[in-house]
């Protein structure tokens, strides 16, 4: 298992990651202060089966954010908290503004700006976490791959995988998660609007990621 004593778990991302999370930094484990998604399950699962680690998981997800919008914030909302390990999911909503907000190219980020960014971002931090970098690819809950969001997901999906591979990073394919569930299943049935999970969705969100980090559900 990847994380060791004392580590500091950070994640941050957009609505999927935020979930109504406390303001302005969410941590510990009272009263649901990481929000209702997939970091409140992943602390759960950590600080149920091994709460002799001491585990502080993180959150400074926002809603509606960008990769644009995330750097604005790094500083602050990353690196002043010294985390140990870091995980990032963005990119629904650089896509999804290209979609639902045509007649407005001020609020798109178009690939190049969308891998540039991180890249810068990755570059800066890397070197300040002891444990590491987890890339969790933003996804598209839905079944038709000729889906023109679908598709275009799947270019941003690409670029995380090359910049889990440029430094050294833990990549989380969250679509293969959904996929299966929906070999048997709607998408209604995880989420509403194809981009924002329910409890089922942010379970399965949670599970890949501890997978990723070889988390030991024996304990």
């Not at 303001?23 to 970091?39: C, E, S």
Request: with cysteine.
């Amino acid at each position: 298992m990847k994380l060791t004593q004392g580590n500091r778990l950070l994640f941050i991302g957009d609505s999927v990651t935020d979930v109504g999370r406390e303001r302005p930094v969410a941590q510990g484990t009272l009263f649901n202060r990481l929000g209702r998604g997939y970091p409140h399950i992943i602390s759960g699962m950590i600080n149920a089966l091994h709460p002799e680690l001491g585990i502080n998981v993180i959150n400074t997800g926002v809603s509606g954010d960008t990769a644009r919008r995330l750097a604005a914030r790094w500083q602050t909302d990353v690196i002043d908290l010294h985390p140990d390990w870091l995980s990032v999911m963005i990119g629904i909503n650089d896509v999804w503004r290209q979609f639902d907000s045509p007649c407005e190219p001020e609020q798109h980020v178009l690939l190049d700006e969308y891998e540039s960014t991180l890249d810068e971002l990755f570059t800066r931090t890397c070197p300040l976490l002891s444990g590491g970098l987890v890339i969790m690819a933003p996804f598209y809950i839905e079944t038709n791959l000729q889906d023109r969001m679908r598709a275009e997901i799947a270019r941003y999906q690409a670029a995380c995988r090359r910049l889990a591979e440029k430094h050294h990073a833990i990549f989380v394919d969250t679509q293969a998660p959904f996929d299966r569930i929906l070999q048997s299943r709607h998408s209604s049935f995880i989420s509403w609007d194809r981009v924002h999970p329910n409890d089922v969705g942010h379970t399965a969100l949670a599970m890949a990621f501890l997978r990723a980090m070889e988390f030991d559900f024996e304990a």
